[in-house]
T-cell receptor, first 113, second 114 residues
Framework: GNSVTQMEGPVTLSEEAFLTINCTYTATGYPSLFWYVQYPGEGLQLLLKATKADDKGSNKGFEATYRKETTSFHLEKGSVQVSDSAVYFCALSENTGGFKTIFGAGTRLFVKA | ETGVTQTPRHLVMGMTNKKSLKCEQHLGHNAMYWYKQSAKKPLELMFVYSLEERVENNSVPSRFSPECPNSSHLFLHLHTLQPEDSALYLC?????????????FGPGTRLTVL
């Protein structure tokens, strides 16, 4: 079945450090890939997405590239801020008209000033 | 503000109580979802409604009963819950239902079952 695996947290970084959160997936067909972010006390919100191979999603300085050959969708940011502290979820959904989105377990990021 | 509201934000209930969670979306979407988020576990999809018809029910115990009276409102009725049901319950909506669409989440209801 379909699945998403992301690196375990927590990840602790100093402000302005480079961030990578790894995400790999298994899926039949050609899924769409997402990164969602959950700030403390809030629900999830979409950070970025990519719908086909080699697409790059980007938002708020975060980027992720859909790599079909390595079945990966790693999240990166060049310089993190304290306000980026949150839980990040990688997710996929198949383009088959179904309703299920598969979420990874989430990676908690702490950014220290 | 994502356009999806949930009430109450916090709920404490005993195992014999009956309560309901409410979700409302102001985005004109036609699919709505209930998820359960427990500590150290992946997000669990519970129910999906598309055009007010239930299209997904992931082996959820019958003590959870969803209701979707129209495309803007979704309820989760709770009765005789167990302590292990304590979790954050998230509602979400999307535009067309097909899973390629972005889901918009509410802030969640933090449920504690005593």
């Amino acid at each position: 079945g379909n699945s998403v695996t992301q690196m375990e947290g927590p990840v602790t970084l100093s402000e302005e450090a480079f961030l990578t959160i790894n995400c790999t997936y298994t899926a039949t067909g050609y899924p769409s890939l997402f990164w969602y972010v959950q700030y403390p006390g809030e629900g999830l919100q979409l950070l970025l997405k990519a719908t086909k191979a080699d697409d790059k999603g980007s938002n708020k300085g975060f980027e992720a590239t859909y790599r079909k050959e390595t079945t990966s969708f790693h999240l990166e940011k060049g310089s993190v801020q304290v306000s980026d502290s949150a839980v990040y979820f990688c997710a996929l959904s198949e383009n088959t008209g179904g309703f299920k989105t598969i979420f990874g377990a989430g990676t908690r990021l702490f950014v220290k000033a | 503000e994502t356009g999806v509201t949930q009430t109450p934000r916090h709920l404490v209930m005993g195992m014999t109580n009956k309560k309901s969670l409410k979700c409302e979306q102001h985005l004109g979407h036609n699919a709505m979802y209930w998820y359960k988020q427990s500590a150290k576990k992946p997000l669990e999809l519970m129910f999906v409604y598309s055009l007010e018809e239930r299209v997904e029910n992931n082996s959820v115990p019958s003590r959870f009963s969803p209701e979707c009276p129209n495309s803007s409102h979704l309820f989760l009725h709770l009765h005789t819950l167990q302590p292990e049901d304590s979790a954050l319950y998230l509602c979400a909506s999307s535009q067309k239902g097909p899973s390629t669409d972005t889901q918009y989440f509410g802030p969640g209801t933090r449920l504690t079952v005593l």
